[in-house]
């Protein structure tokens, strides 16, 4: 089976004598996935919210790569793909706007190729129910690819997000895609780029989750199982 472009942070790089010196920055890191053992996880890819501004960046981040992606994968035979939202029908909007899934992400829901899972006995949208989160190791699952909104929030920290899941020790491999994800600080664009850099930085350098780039995804010969 080929191997995809991973990425991990380190303070130390190799020189051309292979020595260690001090050179902060990402490093390939090769692996291997089977699709059949690969899920991804989607969080939040709302639209219609409180926030114009953001739904525009959420929306054509959507259309240029996550929805793409989805395309991509379930043609090559992917099958395990979820989208994990609060239950629509219970957010409060102040100026009563109907909040929903983004239209490019419905599509797939609606055709039965995504599990949408808003509400599985309030397991999956209640962020105080840390304790309540499934046993993902029994899915059988390697592999947990993440897209979705936002990077510094909801994608970290939702029951599903990548903390609560790395907090498992259930032995998984967590990945995040940085072009299918957004980092919201405030209004100031270049403030919500750092914070997004900073945030895989703190991701990739701990090992909690590997950097995996949206054209070595797309490029992945996905078809190849494991022996």
């Given amino acids: 089976m080929k191997s995809v472009c991973t990425y991990c942070y380190s303070y130390y790089q190799r020189d051309s004598k292979g020595k260690y010196i001090v050179k902060p920055g990402f490093v390939a890191d090769w692996r291997k996935m089977d699709i059949e053992k690969t899920a991804i996880f989607i969080i939040d890819p709302w639209q219609n ?23 991509h994968y379930i043609n090559r035979g992917g099958g395990n793909v979820y989208v994990f939202t609060n239950n629509p029908d219970t957010l409060i909007d102040p100026e009563d706007r109907k909040v929903s899934i983004d239209n490019n ?3 797939y829901i609606d055709n039965s190729k995504v599990n949408n899972i808003t509400n599985m006995n309030g397991i999956f949208y209640e962020c105080s129910s840390l304790i309540s989160i499934p046993d993902i190791s029994q899915w059988n699952t390697n592999n947990i690819i993440y897209m979705g909104y936002a990077l510094n929030m909801c ?26 994800t ?17 945030v895989l930085i703190l991701l990739a350098q701990n090992n909690i989750a590997r950097i995996i780039n949206y054209a070595d995804l797309i490029a992945y010969e996905w078809n190849d199982k494991e022996k």
């Fill in 49 to 71: 919210t409180a926030f114009p501004a953001i739904d525009e960046i959420c929306h054509n981040n959507i259309k240029s790569y996550v929805a793409p992606f989805l395309e």
């Fill in 105 to 107: 992400i419905v599509k």
């Fill in 155 to 180: 994608v970290l920290f939702r029951p599903t997000g990548i903390i609560p899941i790395w907090n498992m020790n259930s032995g998984l491999d967590l990945y995040v895609v940085p072009e299918a």
């Fill in 182 to 198: 957004c980092a919201f600080a405030n209004t100031d664009g270049n403030r919500n780029l750092i914070m997004k850099e900073d």
